[in-house]
Each structure stands twice: as C-alpha cells, then as structure tokens.
C-alpha cells in the first residue's frame, strides 16, 4: 500500500547547521510528494510539493527533489535558523483519483541558538 | 483573514457526552477532509468528501460522522465520547482532481475527561 517513512523522530541542531531530514516512499506510479511544516498551536501549511521525477521544491531555503530511482523526497536546508523549530510531515497523493493524503509520521526540529 | 475556521478552538466534554465540531471553508474548494492528531498518530486521516458527498472513511468508529450542509461546510459530529478521544482535530481542504494541495485549518483541541 501507500505510504511515507521518516526515519528521523527528533532532530536537535545549533544555528548555521546543515539540515537534512529522510523521507521515503512507497506508491505505484508517479505520486505527487509534499513537505508541510507545523508551528505549534497551528495546522500544518505546505512547504512546497514535486510532481515529477527530478523535480525540485523549495521553499524559505529549504529544498527537496524527487527521486524516483530511491522512492525518496529528503527535505534539506544550508543553515538553519531558531525560527525553523517546527515538525515537518512528508506526505504524497497517490494520484489514483481520490484525494488522500499519505502523512509520514513528522519530525520535530529543535534548533538551539 | 483566515480561510479555514475551525469552532470551537477549545473543547472540554466529559465521557459518553456529544459534541460537534465546525469547520468552514472560504477558498472555494470542492474537497474537504478531517484527520486527528494525537501523542500516538501523529497526523490521521479520518474522511474525505468531494462535492458533498463522502469519498473515503479510514474511521473504524461509527461513533465519528461528518456533516456536510453545505459546499463549503464540513463539521463532525462525535458521539459517546471517550478520554481516548482526546486529540486535536484539524480540517482541511483542497481543489478537486489531481493531487491538489490540501490547506489546513487551525485545529479544534479536544479532551475528554
């Protein structure tokens, strides 16, 4: 069946570290892959999504790229910042016709100034 | 001004009461989902619906059901209420066709004494 993996539960970096949170996939076809971030207190928001294979999202310096060959979507960023602090979600859609969302079980970013 | 209200933001009941839970759309959207956060399920898909009418149900309970009045109206009713229902509700919602985006609302925080 569908679903996403992030291997990471917690992460804990200092300001100006390099970021990299792993995501995996599983779908047939060409699932549409999303990361969405979630402050507390708030719902989850999109970050950015990739349709196709090679694609890259990025967004607020955080980039990702579609890996078919790997069934991977790896969320990265350069530096991270105090205000990055959030859980991040890797999701996909299947793009089998119904609109549910497959939501990896988050990752939650504390980055210590 | 937001776009997806959820009502109440708070929500305290007691064991085997009923309580619904509102949320409103004002993006447009033909879609509209539910899903439960908890410490166990991070982020849970419960129902979709599309036009109205409902798409996909991934709640083993009976005791959850959603309401649809309207387009853009989807609140959910839950009945003989447990404490293992405590959770944080969220709401979204999403164009229809394809692997549309889907935009969370704010959340409805519940528990259940």
Redesign the interface.
Known sequence: GDSVTQTEGQVALSEEDFLTIHCNYSASGYPTLFWYVQYPGEGPQLLFRASRDKEKGSSRGFEATYDKGTTSFHLRKASVQESDSAVYYCALNPNTGYQNFYFGKGTSLTVIP | DPK?IQKPKYLVAVTGSEKILICEQYLGHN?M?WYRQSAKK??E?MF?Y?YQKL??N?TASSRFQPQSSKKNHLDLQITALKPDDSATY?C?S?Q?G??????????TRLLVL
């Open positions: 997806i879609a989902y991070p982020l898909f979709s599309s798409m996909d991934q969220f979204a999403s229809v394809g692997a549309d985006t889907q935009y969370f609302g704010p959340g």
